[in-house]
Every structure is written in C-alpha cells, then in structure tokens.
C-alpha cells in the first residue's frame, strides 16, 4: 500500500497538480496581456491620460548646479539678509557665462513672515493667480522666518517686470528681485 506522502499517494498528486495549474493560471494572466495588443487599430496607447500635448517651438537648454552656499546667521534684532543691491549686482549677460558656472537666477521676495499661515495664505494668492510662488524656511535670531517668493527666472529683466506687476496687483511695494541660487 502506498505511505502517506510518497510521490505515488493520490492527494498529494492532486495537490501537485493543482499548484501548478493554479501557476500556469497566473503566468498567463500576466504573459497573455504582453504579448498580445488587444487595442483597436484607431485606439491611442493611453487614452484620457491628463498629459497635455507636446508643446512646439520649445528647446532643451541643458545647465549644470551647483550646491547653494551656506548662508552667514544673521545676529542682532530684526536682522535680515545681505541681499546685493542693483548697483553691485552683476547681470547673467555681463557676467561672462563662465564654463562650468550656472548662470544667475533671480526671483522675486514678496514678503517675509513669521507665521507659517500667512506665508501659506500669500503663496496661494499668487498661485491662484497664475504666479509660481513657493515660500522657503530660515532660522533668524533663533526664530523661524518664511520668506514668499516668486520665480525664479535666469533674466534680471523679466523677474524686475514681474516685482512691478506684482507689488500694483497685490499692493505688495516691499517686493524686491533678489539673486537666487
């Protein structure tokens, strides 16, 4: 008579082959979909997707980063950053676009807040209309301070455009364009 667990006793023939029907089930409901395309000929390969339309007249201008300098902390009361004033800050163009340097970015600073809501409630009033606003965490005389800014954007130009629009639509004239790295 045939031992309990020996390959010739029929339960355990049946549960060999019924783990590897259960096996060949899966390989299939995974391979099946692989190998054949079962979309209609007109059908595009991902339909409703979300992903907007490739833009034309767009080029790919490739740049290097580099890391951010640690900033000085600030000491005193009320101290701020340095930021360079127009007068000695040196345009992306006169600068030479040095190989290997980045060029300059500059972005917009629209505010200054100690309460992490108003920075918050400020970033979404530019972002709702249409501004790419982000706001960026630092620590002056122990307390935490968010500025609010806007950009950044490689022309000095453009980003003093927008500090003017901005500060008329937001009746915000502390706006100042500062460097950005």
């Known amino acids: 008579m045939n031992e309990p667990g020996s390959p010739a006793d029929p ?3 049946l549960y060999q082959r019924l783990v590897g029907v259960a096996v060949l089930v899966a390989v299939a409901v995974v391979a099946v979909p692989l190998i054949f395309d079962f979309r209609g000929p007109d059908e595009p390969p991902i339909a409703n997707s979300g992903i907007p339309a490739k833009p034309e007249g767009l080029r790919v201008e490739e740049i290097t980063l580099r ?4 900033s000085a ?7 701020t ?3 360079p ?5 040196e345009p992306p163009a006169a600068a030479g676009n040095k190989v290997g340097q980045p060029p300059q970015a500059w972005a917009v600073k629209v505010g200054s807040f100690s ?3 108003n920075a918050t409630s400020l970033r979404n009033q530019l972002r709702s209309k249409g ?4 706001f960026d965490k630092t620590v002056v005389d122990g307390k935490p301070l968010l500025r609010v800014y806007v950009g950044p954007d490689v022309q000095k130009g453009r980003s003093e455009q927008l500090r003017e629009r901005i500060a008329r639509e937001f009746n915000l004239p502390e706006a100042v364009v500062v460097g950005y790295d």
């Open 73 to 79: 902390p600030a000491t005193g009361r009320g101290a």
């Open 81 to 83: 950053a340095v930021v």
């Open 67 to 70: 890391p951010a300098a640690p």
């Open 131 to 134: 501004y790419s606003a982000f």
């Open 11 to 13: 339960k355990l023939r």
């Open 85 to 89: 004033s127009a007068s000695t800050a």
């Open 115 to 117: 309460s992490e809501d």
